[in-house]
T-cell receptor, first 112, second 111 residues
Framework: SQKIEQNSEALNIQEGKTATLTCNYTNYSPAYLQWYRQDPGRGPVFLLL?????KEKRKERLKVTFDTTLKQSLFHITASQPADSATYLC???????????FGAGTRLFVKA | NAGVTQTPKFQVLKTGQSMTLQCAQD?????MYWYRQDPGMGLRLIYYSASEGTTDKGEVPNGYNVSRLNKREFSLRLESAAPSQTSVYFC??????????FGQGTRLTVV
């Protein structure tokens, strides 16, 4: 069956450290992989897109990698801040399809 | 620039009642979507509209209907609400496949 897995356990890190979140998928052929941030009581906010032929993408303190052989994406926040505390969702846009498939998200807590 | 606006923000329904969730976007996007989000689960696609005048079923369409009223508006209707439809509903729009913009959500409780 097709699955997207994100670590359901919350990630707790100290301010200033690098947070690394994982997104694994099976039985998909994604054209794109997206990362979103979701704060409590609010809708997801788009952060970054990486395409299947890209290995790495950066935006300010954010870095995303995409390994189609391992079927995995890693999302890094460097020099993390308490304001980065939120739930982070990964989403796949499947090749040839019109639909975006979301993972359940990983909750990140950054402690001052 | 409002982005994606959903109404209402909160709603309590009795089993069997009907209601329509409204969604409007001001970004001139062709594509619009309705998702539901339940605890511990990813956003699940209910219906989508690739362009004005077209709608298609997503992963969990049973119990729902949609209308793409015009390019701006995409509504979701529950004809006979059931407790299993208690969820947070999000509308989204996108310019293509590379990103999506979400509304603030509607928290629906069916008792």
């Amino acid at each position: 069956s097709q699955k997207i897995e994100q670590n359901s356990e919350a990630l707790n890190i100290q301010e200033g450290k690098t947070a690394t979140l994982t997104c694994n998928y099976t039985n998909y052929s994604p054209a794109y992989l997206q990362w979103y941030r979701q704060d409590p009581g609010r809708g997801p906010v788009f952060l970054l897109l990486i395409r299947e032929n890209e290995k790495e993408k950066r935006k300010e303190r954010l870095k995303v990698t995409f390994d189609t052989t391992l079927k995995q994406s890693l999302f890094h926040i460097t020099a993390s801040q308490p304001a980065d505390s939120a739930t982070y969702l990964c989403a796949l846009v499947v090749t040839g399809g019109f639909k975006t498939i979301f993972g359940a998200g990983t909750r990140l807590f950054v402690k001052a | 620039n409002a982005g994606v606006t959903q109404t209402p923000k909160f709603q309590v329904l009795k089993t069997g009642q009907s209601m329509t969730l409204q969604c409007a976007q001001d970004m001139n996007h062709n594509s619009m979507y309705w998702y539901r989000q339940d605890p511990g689960m990813g956003l699940r696609l209910i219906y989508y509209s690739a362009s004005e005048g077209t709608t298609d079923k997503g992963e969990v369409p049973n119990g729902y209907n949609v209308s793409r009223l015009n390019k701006r508006e995409f509504s979701l209707r529950l004809e006979s609400a059931a407790p299993s439809q208690t969820s947070v509903y999000f509308c989204a729009s996108s310019p293509g496949l590379d990103s999506a913009f979400f509304g603030q959500g509607t928290r629906l409780t069916v008792v």
